[in-house]
């Protein structure tokens, strides 16, 4: 069995811009959707057919994945969009209890775990293509819920809502084998 053993460290932020203010509309309506993954998903279709997204108007952090913020309110519900660089791989780590990613551009390889104890199984590995997305609920004030890795398997573009700021979200070490 592969296991990763819990680790606290800090995560260093990478970069971030913000959208802009025609968008507006768009972000209050998603403050509006109570995080329900259907109207979620219905207002981001939306705002993907109404404004083009291009991977080149996002920065490339070469080897990594670049973090562009367009809204945040105040109580905390965050649209990103994220640019991957083939190859970029995240850490194994997990999200507020609430995530919903589209995979605008690329290709995506999705590793899922399970927290058991101090440490997480690997329970799955999924590709994804553009226009799929997913969806997870958890338990709120967590930060341990929809444990995943993410590997771009090519140049990949990726828009993201969580609950909180995903970068409190857990992480865990590399792969034991026992």
Request: negative net charge.
């Given at each position: ?27 209050n309506?998603?403050s509006?959707?109570c ?9 981001i ?23 562009t913020i ?11 969009i ?6 970029a ?13 589209y995979?605008?551009?690329g290709?995506?390889?999705i ?9 997480v ?25 929809a ?13 993201h809502?969580?609950?909180d700021?995903a970068l ?11």
């Open positions: 069995m592969m296991e990763a053993e819990i680790e606290n460290i800090d995560i260093i932020a990478p970069q971030v811009h913000f959208g802009k203010p025609e968008q507006e509309p768009y972000f309506q998603l509006l959707a995080y329900d993954p259907e109207k979620i998903h219905s207002i279709i939306r705002f993907l057919n109404d404004y083009e997204i291009n991977i080149n108007d996002f920065p490339l952090d070469k080897g990594s994945y670049s973090r367009l809204f945040r309110n105040q109580s905390y519900l965050e649209l990103m994220a640019r991957w660089d083939k190859g791989k995240t850490q194994i780590h997990g999200h507020p209890d609430f995530v919903y990613e995979l605008i551009d290709l995506f390889q590793e899922s775990f399970k927290k058991n104890g101090s440490y199984n690997k329970i799955a590995s999924n590709s994804q293509q553009p226009g799929e997305f997913i969806c997870l609920q958890g338990f709120k004030g967590q930060f341990d819920n444990i995943h890795r993410i590997t771009a398997k090519k140049e990949s573009l990726s828009l809502i969580y609950s700021n409190k979200g857990e992480i865990f070490t590399d792969f034991k084998t026992f």
